[in-house]
């Protein structure tokens, strides 16, 4: 069955960097995009971005250019988001989904505190 | 960016209750294509989100028959015909046409 995992939970600190992985399974992993979205504390979904799994070219939403980095390890099905210079605000629980978004990851929670 | 505005942010109802959500975008979401990709998810509490409707009114296969999905250009409506104790949480909808692509805030369900 087609499944998402992601990494775990993550505690950083204001000015680190972190990287969150997301592994697919049960489906041709380069056959599909890989969109990422952002759910601060008690809020809302936010789109992110995507990248296209077959050619490895990123797009970002506005909000989301220059700390956010979308990456692949494709040989291993493995979408990563990247985010430098952490701050505050990025605290958050982090989804990738597949494109479509039929199918979600359970989420990375990521703790921003000095 | 595409403004999706849902209402009502939140409904409480009985179980057996029939549940009306209403997703409005600030332009028209029908593609080039000829493909309206409006879509609805729901997001259990503590959970990731799940997927419901896609492009209006498609459901998936795992979806029960009590969900249906409506509408056009800037206007849609997710239904269920009797609310379950399952269907509790917050639903979303989301448009899929123009990038970025675009989240409303949401509809939390409760049982009354």
């Known amino acids: 069955q087609i499944q998402l995992v992601q990494s775990g939970p993550e505690l950083k600190k204001p000015g680190e960097s972190v990287k969150i992985s997301c592994k697919a399974s049960?489906?041709?992993?380069?056959?599909?995009?890989m969109y990422w979205v952002k759910q601060a504390p008690g809020q809302g979904l936010q789109y992110m971005g995507w990248?296209?799994?077959?050619?490895?070219?990123?797009t970002y939403a506005d909000d989301f250019k220059g700390r956010f980095v979308f990456f692949l390890e494709t040989s291993a099905s493995t979408a990563y988001l990247q985010i430098n210079n952490l701050k505050n605000e990025d605290m958050a629980t982090y989804f990738c989904?597949?494109?479509?978004?039929?199918?979600w990851g359970q989420g990375t929670l990521v703790t921003v505190s000095s | 960016d595409v403004v999706m505005t849902q209402t009502p942010v939140s409904l409480s109802l009985a179980i057996g209750q029939p549940a009306s959500i209403s997703c409005k975008s600030s332009?028209?979401?029908?593609?080039?294509?000829?493909?309206?990709?409006l879509n609805w998810i729901l997001q259990r509490p503590g959970q990731s989100p799940k997927r419901l409707i896609y492009?209006?009114?498609k459901l998936y296969s795992e979806v029960p028959d009590r969900f249906s999905g409506s509408g056009s250009e800037t206007e849609f409506t997710l239904k269920i015909s009797r609310v379950e104790a399952e269907d509790l949480g917050v639903y979303y909808c989301?448009?899929?046409?123009?990038?970025?692509?675009?989240f409303g805030a949401g509809t939390k369900l409760e049982l009354k």
């Open positions: 989904a597949r494109g479509g978004a039929a199918w």
């Open positions: 049960g489906y041709t992993f380069t056959n599909y995009g």
């Open positions: 990248i296209n799994t077959e050619t490895g070219k990123p």
């Open positions: 332009q028209s979401l029908l593609g080039t294509s000829g493909k309206t990709f």
């Open positions: 492009q209006v009114s």
């Open positions: 989301w448009q899929g046409t123009h990038f970025p692509y675009t």
